[in-house]
T-cell receptor, first 112, second 114 residues
Framework: ELKVEQNPLFLSMQEGKNYTIYCNYS?????LYWYRQDPGKSLESLFV?????AVKQEGRLMASLDTKARLSTLHITAAVHDLSATYFC????????????FGKGTKLTVNP | NAGVTQTPKFRILKIGQSMTLQCTQD?????MYWYRQDPGMGLKLIYY???????DKGEVPNGYNVSRSTTEDFPLRLELAAPSQTSVYFC?????????????FGPGTRLTVL
């Protein structure tokens, strides 16, 4: 059974600082997704990582995937208040149904 | 394109009542999914469908039923609502196939069972 763990679950950081969110998963997969969720809102797709060594960047966020270590990271550079949200990673369970298993999410608060 | 739409946005049910959560997508996607999100948690898969006429259980299917008679629609039925079904429900769709692996989510339905 695929399990996905994120850490930390809560992250409070100062504007301008850097930090990394980690996503570990328990079984082989080569597809990993990062989503953002604002309070009371739906999920917004941030990154889709489809192969080992994949790295994608959008603004102050950069995501990477190491399939051998079963690890993905979401790095935040020079955080700003607008990045405050909950970030979820999700891993493709395989088998052709495109099912995703989600982590519990990391609630990020960026303080001025 | 409207993407994935869900109705209603909010609903309060009494214990034992039934209701159907509607989900429609206009992107001609083959795959559709129902998730629930409990407070402070990630999403858990209830049911999914890989095409019209084909559905299967996810991680937490008890107390729910689905049907997929068309490509566009994937309604979720709650029979005999219980307080444990208080949650936010998200529908999602995905085209599938090489390179088309991103799930698109609807706005959600917030359900309270009292």
């Amino acid at each position: 059974e695929l399990k996905v763990e994120q850490n930390p679950l809560f992250l409070s950081m100062q504007e301008g600082k850097n930090y990394t969110i980690y996503c570990n998963y328990s079984t082989t997969s080569d597809r990993l997704y990062w989503y953002r969720q604002d309070p009371g809102k739906s999920l917004e797709s941030l990154f889709v990582l489809l192969s080992n060594g994949a790295v994608k960047q959008e603004g102050r966020l950069m995501a990477s995937l190491d399939t051998k270590a079963r690890l993905s990271t979401l790095h935040i550079t020079a955080a700003v208040h607008d990045l405050s949200a909950t970030y979820f990673c999700a891993v493709d369970e395989r088998g052709g149904s495109e099912k995703l298993v989600f982590g519990k999410g990391t609630k990020l608060t960026v303080n001025p | 394109n409207a993407g994935v739409t869900q109705t209603p946005k909010f609903r309060i049910l009494k214990i034992g009542q039934s209701m159907t959560l509607q989900c429609t997508q206009d992107m001609n996607h083959n795959y559709m999914y129902w998730y629930r999100q409990d407070p402070g948690m990630g999403l858990k898969l209830i049911y999914y469908s890989v095409g019209a006429g084909i559905t299967d259980k996810g991680e937490v299917p008890n107390g729910y039923n689905v049907s997929r008679s068309t490509t566009e629609d994937f309604p979720l039925r709650l029979e005999l609502a219980a307080p444990s079904q208080t949650s936010v429900y998200f529908c999602a769709s995905l085209r599938g196939g090489q390179g088309r692996v991103e799930q698109f989510f609807g706005p959600g339905t917030r359900l309270t069972v009292l």
